[in-house]
């Protein structure tokens, strides 16, 4: 089946150490995106991705870094810098807005993966 | 700003009954699309329903459907007939494309909805 896989579920790191949150998808989707979630909150953009070696920096960038090698693939980094890492972190992916048409342009859907939950101690 | 805006942060409806879930959103670009979505507790995010700036009907998908009023800036989501499976917390979304070539997507903070048995 289609879909995007986030992994692991649950991470346990110690302050001061780098993480990479792993996020494929087999959907074919040229955009890709990372989302942090804090409770009581909504999403806040980290990090996307238009095409392979490409991205931009999100609402919420600082300490965070990413990589786009292969179009499957969008891997995240909450380095040592990311203040507060702790927090739930959503991977998408949707097809290109240029893909959609004129009309489509808003109206595409974003696939979400089932997140990786990080706690920094 | 805050640009969406869930001003419950919790609801409680019985089975069976109807349920309508606010949201206004603030934006100066005339083109936009309103999104709802759902993250039950497993944590994925479930796409619902979509509006479009210029759609003149109101969105419908089953048992959900969209009021949106665009003078008012509100989009709020109303789902008919609640079943136990719909608890879960709802999040209200906009996409607003000309700074950004549609890319960006800016969620509110949600409503958890809770039916009761």
């Known amino acids: 089946d289609g879909g995007i896989t986030q992994s692991p579920k649950y991470l346990f790191r110690k302050e001061g150490q780098n993480v990479t949150l792993s996020c494929e998808q087999n959907l074919n989707h040229d955009a890709m995106y990372w989302y942090r979630q804090d409770p009581g909150q909504g999403l806040r953009l980290i990090y996307y991705?238009?095409?392979?070696?490409?991205?931009q920096k999100g609402d919420i960038a600082e300490g965070y870094s990413v990589s786009r090698e292969k179009k499957e693939s969008f891997p995240l980094t909450v380095t040592s810098a990311q203040k507060n890492p702790t927090a739930f972190y959503l991977c998408?992916?949707?097809?290109?807005?240029?893909?959609?048409?004129?009309?489509?342009?808003?109206?595409?859907?974003?696939?979400f993966g089932p997140g990786t939950r990080l706690t920094v101690t | 700003a805050q640009k969406i805006t869930q001003t419950q942060p919790g609801m409680f409806v019985q089975e069976k009954e109807a349920v309508t879930l606010d949201c206004t959103y603030d934006?100066?670009?005339?083109?936009?699309?309103l999104f709802w979505y759902k993250q039950p507790s497993s944590g994925e995010m479930i796409f619902l329903i979509y509006q479009g700036s210029y759609d003149q009907q109101n969105a419908t998908e089953g048992r959900y459907s969209l009021n949106f009023q665009k003078a008012r800036k509100s989009a709020n989501l109303v789902i008919s007939a609640s079943q136990l499976g719909d608890s879960a917390m709802y999040f209200c979304a906009m996409r607003e494309g000309i700074g950004t070539g549609g890319f960006k997507t800016i969620f509110g903070a949600g409503t958890r909805l809770f039916v009761k048995a």
């Open positions: 998408a992916s949707s097809i290109a807005p240029w893909t959609a048409g004129t009309s489509g342009v808003f109206s595409y859907e974003q696939y």
């Open positions: 934006t100066s670009d005339p083109s936009y699309g």
């Open positions: 991705s238009q095409i392979v070696n490409d991205f």
